[in-house]
């Protein structure tokens, strides 16, 4: 499946943004739907993951109770609600896909990945 993200942008810490990804594929609600972030210097990270049918998400610490991850099925598109942002959230952003029933968190159980888009948080 191919996987296009957008929203990212510069932002002041206190902000919001909400990032987009939008999948080719007519299959799309067969993937569980991932978010990742890779910060300079850093390895890649997980943020949040949706089930097929959007009733399970799971969050990385360190985005819980600031993030929240839905998806649309109808439209084939998966969100990125990014509330309360610190600068430690700067980061590119990838979506990813996984052809699967179960949540993933690590990097290399998902098969397909967008091109990223850069978030930057300033203090």
């Known amino acids: 499946v191919q996987l296009q993200a957008s929203g990212g942008g510069l932002v002041q810490a206190g902000g919001s943004l909400r990032l987009s990804c939008v999948a080719s594929?007519?299959?799309?609600?067969?993937?569980?739907m991932g978010w990742f972030r890779q910060a300079p210097g850093k390895e890649r990270e997980f943020v949040a993951a949706?089930?097929?049918?959007?009733?399970?998400?799971s969050y990385a610490d360190s985005v819980k109770g600031r993030f929240t991850i839905s998806r649309n099925n109808a439209r084939n598109t998966v969100t990125l609600q990014m509330n309360s942002l610190k600068p430690d959230d700067t980061a590119v952003y990838f979506c990813?896909?996984?052809?699967?029933?179960?949540?993933?968190?690590?990097?290399?159980?998902?098969?397909?990945w967008g091109q990223g888009t850069q978030v930057t948080v300033s203090s």
């Open positions: 990813a896909a996984d052809w699967s029933y179960e949540i993933k968190t690590r990097t290399l159980e998902y098969e397909d």
């Open positions: 594929d007519l299959t799309f609600s067969g993937y569980v």
């Open positions: 949706i089930s097929r049918d959007g009733g399970r998400t």
